[in-house]
T-cell receptor, first 114, second 116 residues
Framework: GAGVSQSPRYKVAKRGQDVALRCDPI?????LFWYQQALGQGPEFLTY????????KSGLPSDRFFAERPEGSVSTLKIQRTQQEDSAVYLC????????????FGPGTRLTVL | DAKTTQPPSMDCAEGRAANLPCNHS???????VYWYRQIHSQGPQYIIH???NNETNEMASLIITEDRKSSTLILPHATLRDTAVYYC?????????????????FGKGTKLSVKP
């Protein structure tokens, strides 16, 4: 069956540009997470949604980062005025319910800011 | 900060058991031990989790010490496709209403290289 998909898989942006990264979770999954993974590091939590509600955004590094999930399915992570330190892989994960232990991850979007 | 300590790298011969250790000496009573792995250029993949009992599934076994301060992930017959970074994570487990305790705190993991 279809897993979590993310698009684009690769994105190159010039410093100062805005970018939008898309996550399609597994159909019917209630919870959705965004993580940022710098080169050689483990993923770091950014934000979490339960349906359309953003319940935790404590991991967003600055107010340039914004995430939404307006209909409780697809989510978009937007980064405004990108900086070189934003270069990373952005991972999306979903779980069927709020009681699940297993998070299903997408392949990630590799963002390179020049 | 991650609450776990893992060796940065390990080697294992193909067909042999891979035993990956993890220290989590500050684990609290309501925290679970999770293991995920990440194959190069892919997203992390769930392997197994446990609270205090040993667990086994089709992928691996998880052995948790009685004091719960450390654990070992065992891949019984490692193959070349098991080459990956393995993350040991301590978390409060399933989400509770109104909270997001399910977000995972990854460390740097152990890079396991399975060699022919």
């Amino acid at each position: 069956g279809a897993g979590v998909s993310q698009s684009p898989r690769y994105k190159v942006a010039k410093r100062g540009q805005d970018v939008a990264l898309r996550c399609d979770p597994i159909s019917g999954h209630v919870s959705l997470f965004w993580y940022q993974q710098a080169l050689g590091q483990g993923p770091e939590f950014l934000t979490y949604f339960q349906n359309e509600a953003q319940l935790d955004k404590s991991g967003l590094p600055s107010d340039r980062f914004f995430a939404e999930r307006p209909e409780g399915s697809v989510s978009t992570l937007k980064i405004q005025r990108t900086q070189q330190e934003d270069s990373a892989v952005y991972l999306c994960a979903s779980t069927l319910t709020g009681d699940d232990n297993e998070q299903f991850f997408g392949p990630g979007t590799r963002l390179t800011v020049l | 900060d991650a609450k776990t300590t893992q060796p940065p790298s390990m080697d294992c011969a193909e067909g042999r058991a891979a035993n990956l250790p993890c220290n989590h000496s500050t684990i609290s009573g309501n925290e679970y031990v999770y293991w995920y792995r990440q194959i190069h250029s892919q997203g992390p993949q769930y392997i197994i989790h446990g609270l205090k009992n040993n667990e086994t599934n089709e992928m691996a076994s998880l052995i948790i010490t009685e004091d719960r301060k450390s654990s070992t992930l065992i891949l019984p017959h490692a193959t070349l496709r098991d080459t990956a970074v393995y993350y040991c994570i301590v978390s409060r487990g399933p989400l509770t209403p109104g909270g997001s305790q399910g977000n995972l705190i990854f460390g740097k993991g152990t890079k396991l290289s399975v060699k022919p």
